[in-house]
């Protein structure tokens, strides 16, 4: 899963795939702005088929945290 992410998160921002890891948070350390951040969670609704509330958008501030939001809303 974090190979995907790497994937996807490198269409957005200019950073080197060896640089993300679980940890890194979108904004602080991958550079993502607001609307970089919400058009790659609408690639990721896509990607995986499924709806992120916007509620629990909040809540994903770190790639981390992403993979366990796609993981529970895939099962």
Do not use: C, W
């Amino acid at each position: 899963m974090i190979d995907k992410m790497r994937e996807l998160i490198t269409n957005y921002v200019d950073v080197s795939p060896a640089e993300i890891s679980e940890d890194s948070k979108f904004i602080d350390d991958l550079g993502f702005n607001s609307y970089d951040f919400m058009s790659f969670l609408g690639e990721i609704e896509d990607e995986f088929d499924i709806e992120i509330d916007e509620r629990e958008a909040l809540k994903i501030h770190t790639v981390g945290e992403a993979i366990k939001y796609i993981e529970s809303a895939v099962q």
